[in-house]
């Protein structure tokens, strides 16, 4: 056969290279249309090489026009007929296909730095927009469990925002072992005022990020870590009695200690307006060899 159905010859096409990108559409599509016949190649995952044409075809589109976005809506593309268009989609879907699943990784962290993180910092649907509810509704059938599933680790990895009730696409196991708790609960859960996670946050003690809306509302996130690492150091904090025995000074010198800073409070009237005074032990412990030290020289 040396013409095309569209009568041009082809042995006077000149031909052209294709990158890995297109090599792997082409390898998944050959494969969904010729399934007996399929060979083994680095290019096929069996999840995504599981998929029907039509399917895979779906898939294709979404990842292509949301790594090549033409316009504020990605899905809405004009001349989808377009050999150029097509080429340009083709290629976009490849680089998330060619290295599955981190291609998948860097398109999703595209789409979210295209949101608007400080406005919908709390709100998924709003970093991911449609790409989001296309996830759970136009790919919710089974055969896209892996697509979800990927979605959701990578949540679990990266995702710095709250995770709550209302996210009820998503599994309930990825909502509990979500790695950021919003303020409140670090609040509970550290048995404090949600007012003093802001100086926690502040000083380094927790690890988390805030943000005050326009009207001057609060929130943000705590990482669990931090909040189950600093309980632990908790239970090993000191009231100022017990920081002056040890230290072995006066109400008077301990107070004088406070405010040059020798004497670090992590709660205290000053601090988060908590009424009692509260101090690290190890902290007090090293403060009080410095000071014998001093004594002695």
């Not at 970093?127 to 959701?152: K, N």
């Not at 988060?272 to 090293?286: I, K, N, T």
Request: glycine content about 8%; overall charge positive.
């Amino acid at each position: 056969m040396v013409e095309c159905d569209c009568a041009q010859s082809l042995a006077e096409a000149q031909p052209e290279s294709a990158g890995d990108a297109l090599v792997a559409v082409g390898a998944y599509l050959s494969a969904a249309m010729n399934p007996e016949n399929a060979t083994t190649s680095a290019y096929l995952q069996s999840d995504i090489r599981a998929l029907s044409l039509i399917d895979l075809l779906a898939l294709c589109a979404q990842f292509g026009a949301y790594f090549s976005p033409q316009g504020p809506k990605p899905t809405k593309m004009a001349r989808l007929d377009d050999v150029s268009v097509a080429t340009c989609v083709a290629n976009g879907a490849g680089q998330v296909l060619v290295d599955w699943p981190r291609g998948f990784h860097r398109l999703l962290r595209d789409i979210g730095h295209r949101g608007a993180p400080d406005d919908a910092f709390s709100r998924m649907s709003a970093r991911f927009g449609y790409f989001y509810t296309a996830l759970y509704r136009r790919f919710g059938a089974h055969p896209f469990d892996f697509l979800r599933s990927e979605f959701e680790a990578f949540v679990g990895r990266e995702w710095m925002g709250q995770l709550t009730e209302r996210n009820s696409r998503m599994s309930l196991a990825t909502r509990r072992e979500h790695a950021w708790v919003p303020l409140t609960a670090a609040a509970r859960l550290l048995r404090i005022r949600r007012e003093s996670i802001r100086a926690l946050i502040e000083d380094g003690s927790l690890e988390g990020q805030m943000r005050v809306s326009p009207a001057g509302r609060t929130w943000g996130t705590v990482s669990k870590r931090s909040v189950d690492a600093l309980r632990e150091s908790m239970g090993q904090w000191m009231t100022l009695t017990q920081a002056r025995q040890v230290l072995r000074i006066s109400r008077k010198r301990a107070y004088v200690l406070l405010r040059s800073g020798d004497l670090r409070a992590v709660r205290g009237p000053t601090v988060d307006g908590s009424p009692v005074w509260r101090f690290v032990a190890r902290e007090v412990v090293a403060l009080s060899a410095a000071l014998q030290e001093s004594v002695h020289d």
